[in-house]
């Protein structure tokens, strides 16, 4: 067997939300055993990830697949460009393969096309180095693929397959792997993260001595022994959720066990539209839960994602969605407008809404989640929030507080953070002095 690791380069343009996509995608080629080089000749294939929003990113994003075929040869596009195929391939019929933005699915498949694993996935796991585009201290932790729901409007599972959860051993030894190479905070990643271990039936493993469930509440117990914080993306509200909620107000060494911070991802408020969307309807139950994990940990931070416009969604039910939103008091919300996904179950669906009421619903949702997450931020001026050091610019330092995740949330801009010689990757309290719809604002907060 080759000792060498199969090379990707890769070029990525565009905004932040292409940069996500990138990294995203440079985390699975890492977990899959892939190295990442920085030239076109060292790489067995090259993935670019493209940008179409205006006629200047679509000639460079040409250009760029242009200068990769002839250095490299082997191409494959994704990102927002590859909405339009016809272009690309009008352009450059050579690529091997076009996808959209976010179809991690269809550059991955395309990726062991060209140029399989070497490696079993569940069998070194551990990048070696942090993902190029990602600051080395903070890293997601991915602990499972595929997913057992079928929502409507997803393709994931008919791409990727029902769960496959990683033993808890070999996730917590990645873990305290990141840790000892300088991570300080752990972006735990999944499809569906509240089922881990589900289908291997909870298995005990061993780590460090003692005996650990393959379960989400045993996972993190686990990561709170590594002294960072460990934030959980993508939970559903099932049951037992609750029972890591208390971690969440307990501290190990100074720490919390568990950064008191749930992603949960409740797509909408209506139990018909749920329903459509084949998701988890108890609504009430979720409200009441909300209000049940907030009394146990006051600070905690629920952010979540939503789509609007759905097929067949009236306006009533529209307007209990906007209602779910005033009564749940969520501190951080992302939201689409419902659009089809090639293969999707939802295409099937009657009533699709004209894009006009899609976008007019999206923005009266939007604004009236800005209104409540600029309250919730306001709230917090006059407190002292522990935060972690992402950058320095220029006199500032740019910090993320527990309720902030990379990429997604707001940022602590810290007044004085050069001054007080803060490094990226450092842990400071900051005295918040001021706020916005998405930020904070602050100086670094001496006692005494
Ligand atoms: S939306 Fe998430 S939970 Fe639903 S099927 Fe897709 S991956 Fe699974």
Redesign the pocket.
């Known amino acids: 067997m080759s000792l060498q690791n199969p090379k990707i380069g890769f070029v990525s343009l565009g905004c932040p939300k292409a940069l996500v996509d990138s990294e995203r995608i440079l985390t699975q080629l890492k977990v899959e055993g892939y190295d990442i080089v920085q030239s076109y000749d060292a790489a067995d294939v090259v993935v670019v990830n493209t940008c179409g929003f205006i006629d200047s990113a679509v000639t460079e994003s040409l250009d760029a697949i242009g200068e990769a075929l002839a250095e490299n040869g082997k191409v494959i596009v994704t990102g927002c460009l590859g909405k339009k195929p016809e272009q690309i391939r009008a352009a450059h019929p050579g690529v091997l393969s076009i996808s959209g933005p976010q179809d991690y699915g269809s550059v991955m498949n395309a990726v062991h096309a060209a140029l399989p694993p070497k490696h079993d996935p569940f069998i070194n796991l551990v990048p070696d180095t942090g993902i190029k585009l990602t600051p080395k201290h903070y890293a997601y932790l991915k602990i499972s693929e595929g ?5 409507s ?2 393709i ?2 008919s791409m990727r397959g029902d769960l496959v959860s990683r033993p808890v051993d070999d996730v917590l030894r990645e873990a305290e792997k990141l840790a000892m190479g300088g991570v300080k905070e752990l972006l735990v990643i999944s ?2 993260t509240s089922a881990y271990g589900v289908d291997v039936k909870y298995a005990e493993r061993e780590w460090r001595g003692k005996p650990y469930q393959t379960r989400m509440k045993a996972l993190c117990e686990g990561l709170s022994d590594l002294g960072i914080w460990t934030r959980l993306h ?1 939970v ?1 509200p099932y049951p037992h959720v609750d029972d890591i909620i208390p971690l969440m107000a307990q501290t190990h060494n100074g720490m919390p066990k568990l950064l008191p911070y749930l992603d949960i ?1 409740f797509q909408h408020a209506s139990p018909r539209v749920l329903k459509l969307m084949k ?1 988890p309807g108890a609504v009430d139950k979720t409200l009441e839960r909300i209000l049940r994990w907030r009394a146990i940990t006051p600070e905690i931070t629920i952010r979540s994602t939503f789509i609007v416009g759905f097929p067949g969604e009236t306006e009533a039910e529209f307007e209990e969605l906007l209602d779910f939103l005033d009564e749940a008091q969520l501190d951080r919300v992302g939201a689409f407008a419902y659009s089809p996904v090639d293969g999707a179950k939802a295409n099937d669906l009657p009533d699709p809404l004209p894009e006009a009421v899609k976008q007019e619903r999206l923005a009266r949702f939007m604004e009236r989640q800005a209104e409540i997450s600029t309250a919730k931020l306001e709230a917090k001026v006059g407190t002292v929030q522990r935060c972690l050091v992402d950058a320095i610019d220029g006199d500032l330092a740019i910090a993320r507080s527990m309720a902030d995740a990379p990429e997604i949330d707001g940022l602590v801009q810290i007044q004085n953070g050069f001054e007080a010689g803060l490094k990226p990757g450092e842990f400071v309290d900051v005295e918040i002095l001021g706020s916005d719809e998405h930020d904070l604002y602050g100086e670094v907060a001496f006692n005494g």
């Open positions: 997913c057992n729901h079928r929502c409007f997803c994931i599972p499809q569906d993508y559903y991802p998701r």
